[in-house]
């Protein structure tokens, strides 16, 4: 909790001068007697709690003193976005991702699975950057548009999954929709990390038509081919519906996202296995720094009125307890 107008509670160290005034003006005495042999025993209940009534206005007044230096909490942080960078995380979702050609501490996962986890690592690195993401096959999903809300983004990462779209490989739609999400930015820096296993074999718009329409917005593209050289295993099902596996041939069109690359000002990488594709998202990491540290603001929550009010409560009672059973008598 914090204060927004600290300075009245200074008035607070008051309150200690004015208990013992109080204190000393009951001790004395309305009427005089010669002897006080007679009010030598020990004080009732009520007797105490009359003579300490004046606690009572004391915490009361010390609640409206806290109300008045506006106490507040926070609430949520946020992040104000400035020229940084913009990112758009394009993933192949196609049936071909799930080859189980990568591994992590010695067993085989799909090549969705592993560059899921990749890309949760390189997310929680840009933390002063805008990301996005699109999911394609033979058509593009928006995952996420951009935002700087990471831990929503990878609540919708978590959602991406082999087949949530129809099959095959447009590469160059799906460049488009990643386009679509960077056009308006008016970040200074506005790049986008494709990555697919396979070539182009669906979709409108070629590949170069897309990377054409990237330089010219001024979005640099870096293109990873995802997969292993040769036959990869992949999961089947024998003659008596088991699990197993058989090794297919899966080719990726590397000239062609390296053209992509090349047309865009960007580079193109090929990951064979689980570490060299950490390893690109580190580079790219490392070579797309965010220039600037983006400034934050915090949002409050107003507690003047839950001080205020319990100040009331409690004037309140002290005035009831003075008017009825702790009423004094001249």
């Not at 913009?86 to 799909?110: C, E, P, W």
């Not at 990878?154 to 386009?179: F, K, Q, Y």
């Not at 001024?218 to 197993?244: C, W």
């Not at 580190?282 to 009125?305: C, G, H, R, S, V």
Request: with cysteine.
């Amino acid at each position: 909790m914090i204060f927004r107008s600290p300075l009245f509670l200074i008035l607070l160290f008051l309150l200690p001068v004015f208990w013992l005034f109080a204190r000393r003006s009951n001790n004395t005495a309305s009427l005089r007697f010669s002897s006080i042999a007679l009010a030598k025993n020990s004080p009732t209940l009520k007797v105490r709690l009359l003579e300490n009534l004046i606690i009572l206005r004391l915490i009361a007044v010390a609640l409206i003193i806290i109300a008045l230096a506006r106490p507040q909490m926070p609430i949520a942080h946020q992040r104000i976005f400035k020229n940084g960078i913009d990112i758009v995380l394009t993933l192949d979702t196609s049936t071909s991702m799930h080859a189980l050609d990568f591994q992590i501490k010695g067993k085989r996962y799909n090549r969705l699975h592993v560059v899921k986890q990749v890309v949760e690592d390189f997310i929680s690195q840009r933390e002063n950057d805008r990301i996005g993401m699109i999911a394609f096959a033979a058509n593009s999903y928006v995952v996420c548009p951009l935002t700087l809300d990471h831990n929503w983004l990878l609540t919708n990462l978590e959602r991406v999954h082999i087949g949530m779209v129809e099959d095959g490989t447009a590469i160059g739609s799906s460049i488009m929709a990643a386009l679509s999400r960077l056009k308006t930015s008016d970040a200074k820096t506005k790049i986008m990390i494709l990555l697919t296993d396979g070539r182009n074999n669906a979709g409108k718009i070629s590949p170069q038509t897309a990377a054409e329409a990237a330089r010219a917005l001024g979005v640099k593209i870096y293109a990873i081919g995802a997969g292993s050289i040769g036959e990869v295993p992949y999961p089947a099902k024998d003659m008596f519906g088991r699990d197993t596996l058989q090794y297919v041939q899966i080719d990726i069109d590397e000239s062609a996202l390296a053209q992509i690359a090349q047309i865009t000002g960007g580079k193109y990488f090929r990951a064979t296995d689980t570490a060299s594709l950490k390893e690109i998202y580190k580079q790219i990491n490392q070579m797309e720094t965010t220039p600037f540290k983006q400034p934050t603001y915090t949002q409050y929550d107003e507690l003047f009125a839950v001080f205020l009010l319990w100040a009331i409560i409690i004037f309140v009672l002290e005035q009831i307890l003075a008017n009825t059973i702790l009423i004094k008598i001249p």
